[in-house]
């Protein structure tokens, strides 16, 4: 397969360059106990900390702990406004790209999360990068989200999309 | 419990993936994303061969390796690259290893290279965790 003669424009647009660093809306995680007990059923945990109350706190815990990768549920109410979802997308690349692929994350904790904490997040695009790979033209779009407690911050996750 | 650097632990953490598993996930979670349960969608929509499991599932998988290990708040920090996908039928084992000793936030950690393997021996998940060593 030869390689394409002209060159090609980018793919990040000034519009997308824009939105980097730029704090999107904040949003609220409820930890609770029935969503610790789901989230860690789902990955198999067997440690009676992440369901038995008494076990979590016999161990140390305020309560139930949040298994890793998990950092609360959203508030779903389908009366509250929503947000276009092309709007809450962003710019777009200067070619559609239809595939997406999660790239990586990465949580930095730091303080210990349990059911009954409630934390707000707000996710900023950190970087974003365009590359060759296996899989063609791609998209990397790395987004950071920083969770909250009172105000102090608890967790970041970083994550890595790939758009191809 | 002391890490030292060369120490391992490994485990299966999830036999013959199944859409039962990433319908779990999904509600777990919140991310209904139909290319993790809906063949359709995956395979007419995306052209994949088939659903595929959500990646932050094999990373909470290899999460569980890991508080297995170390204890259930332990971790500093955990990051993982998803380098192929996870199919239905896959059985995943996680590893980690402890790749070095230190400080990290005025804390003793180890720092542990984790990965996940298919049944092929195929790595699923590759990264890293920081995790309190006292």
Not at chain 1, 18 to 40: K, N, Y
Not at chain 1, 64 to 78: A, K, V, Y
Not at chain 1, 135 to 148: A, C, H, N, Q, R
Not at chain 2, 114 to 127: D, I, R, S
Request: aromatic share 6%; net charge negative.
């Amino acid at each position: 397969m030869s390689a394409p003669t002209e060159a090609k424009e980018p793919l990040i647009t000034p519009e997308m360059r824009a939105t980097i660093g730029v704090e999107g809306r904040s949003t609220t995680q409820e930890v609770d106990r029935t969503m610790v007990r789901l989230f860690a059923r789902a990955t198999g945990h067997t440690d009676p900390v992440y369901y038995d109350v008494d076990a979590a706190k016999a161990a140390g815990y305020r309560d139930l702990p949040c298994p890793p990768g998990f950092l609360g549920t959203p508030i779903f109410n389908p009366g509250a406004p929503r947000m276009d979802p092309t709007a809450a997308m962003g710019p777009q690349p200067s070619r559609p790209l239809r595939r997406i692929l999660n790239g990586g994350t990465e949580i930095e904790y730091l303080a210990d999360i349990c059911a009954g904490d409630v934390l707000t997040s707000a996710t900023h695009t950190s970087d974003l990068e365009e590359t060759k790979g296996s899989i063609g033209e791609m998209l990397v779009v790395t987004s950071k989200t920083v969770y909250k407690r009172d105000g102090e911050v608890v967790a970041i996750s970083t994550g890595k999309l790939i758009r191809y | 419990m002391t890490l030292k650097v060369g120490d391992k632990h490994e485990a299966v953490v999830i036999e013959k993936v199944s859409r039962t598993h990433t319908t779990k996930y999904a509600g777990a979670s919140g991310d209904y994303n139909p290319l993790h349960h809906d063949d359709g969608v995956a395979q007419g929509l995306a052209g994949y061969p088939s659903i595929f499991a959500h990646g932050m599932l094999s990373m909470g998988l290899t999460g569980r390796m890991l508080t297995d290990w170390l204890g259930p708040v332990a971790l500093r920090k955990f990051g993982v690259r998803f380098t192929r996908q996870v199919w239905p039928g896959d059985t995943l084992t996680s590893k980690g290893e402890v790749i070095s000793v230190g400080e990290y936030n005025g804390e003793p950690v180890a720092t542990i290279k984790v990965w996940t393997e298919n049944q092929n021996g195929e790595a699923v998940v590759e990264g890293e965790a920081v995790a309190l060593n006292a």
